[in-house]
Nanobody, 125 residues
Framework: QVQLVESGGGLVQAGGSLRLSCAAS????????MAWFRQAPGKEREFVSC????????YYRDSVKGRFTISRDNAKNMVYLEMNSLKPDDTAVYYC??????????????????WGQGTQVTVSS
């Protein structure tokens, strides 16, 4: 089993920055694809970014390209999401997720077996 705990969320003004962290425990996530998803009030959960086991393949949703950067530190069992130029539309609960062992990388939430509790990001205009 993998436990994931997100941190780093908060309230920021539009144009500001936040860095989300995801700490994994229980076992190593070195071979797992990892991702960030988000869910805004009244909306469905949506994909934000994903990274394969060594950072060689990375995807972003179009609306965050050039503003968000996903990274991982396998030695520390950590995944990060650096968010710059934040917009009010980025307001959501952000979730870290770990994919199943057979998944190289995926934008689909159904391919992710382990989820954190989420961290709130609020961007004021």
């Amino acid at each position: 089993q993998v436990q994931l705990v997100e941190s780093g969320g908060g309230l920021v003004q539009a144009g500001g920055s936040l860095r989300l962290s995801c700490a994994a425990s229980g076992r190593s996530i070195n071979t797992n694809a990892m991702a960030w998803f988000r869910q805004a009030p009244g909306k469905e959960r949506e994909f934000v970014s994903c990274i394969d086991w060594n950072g060689g393949i990375i995807y972003y949703r179009d609306s965050v390209k050039g503003r968000f950067t996903i990274s991982r530190d396998n030695a520390k069992n950590m995944v990060y999401l650096e968010m710059n130029s934040l917009k009010p539309d980025d307001t959501a609960v952000y979730y870290c997720a770990a994919a199943g062992s057979r998944v190289l990388i995926s934008r689909q939430g159904a391919d992710y077996d382990y989820w954190g509790q989420g961290t709130q990001v609020t961007v004021s205009s």
